[in-house]
């Protein structure tokens, strides 16, 4: 079955950055777009960055625009959240799935970054 293992999460000042890793297994990972959501609290689950199959179009939201690159490696079953210029604001729990998220409704444990001087 799918298995999605986020990691690099933490705490960092305003202005810093941090790198997210997402292990993926259980899935022909070549074969789907992945993404990167998050959640703060109270807040519902919404996406972040999205990559195509083979790397091409990366979208992602406004608010990260400019300061977040998704990438991915299709030899190593991992997709990747590059994260610069990080606001307070960016303060969540960080998942990574398929887009559309998997049809299980499977999420793995996320990783949780915060933001805070």
């Known amino acids: 079955q799918v298995q999605l293992v986020e990691s690099g999460g933490g705490l960092v000042q305003p202005g810093g950055s941090l790198r997210l890793s997402c292990a993926v297994s259980?899935?022909?990972?070549?074969?789907?777009?992945m993404a990167w959501y998050r959640q703060a609290p109270g807040n519902q689950r919404d996406l972040v960055a999205l990559?195509?199959?083979?790397?091409?179009?990366?979208l992602y939201a406004d608010s990260v625009t400019g300061r977040f690159t998704i990438s991915r490696d299709d030899g190593k079953s991992t997709v990747y959240l590059q994260m610069h210029t990080l606001k307070p604001e960016d303060t969540a729990v960080y998942y990574c799935?398929?887009?559309?998220?998997?049809?299980?409704?499977?999420w793995g444990q996320g990783t949780q970054v915060t933001v805070a001087s």
């Open positions: 259980g899935i022909f990972f070549r074969y789907n777009n």
């Open positions: 990559i195509y199959i083979n790397g091409s179009r990366p």
């Open positions: 799935n398929t887009h559309p998220p998997v049809s299980s409704g499977y």
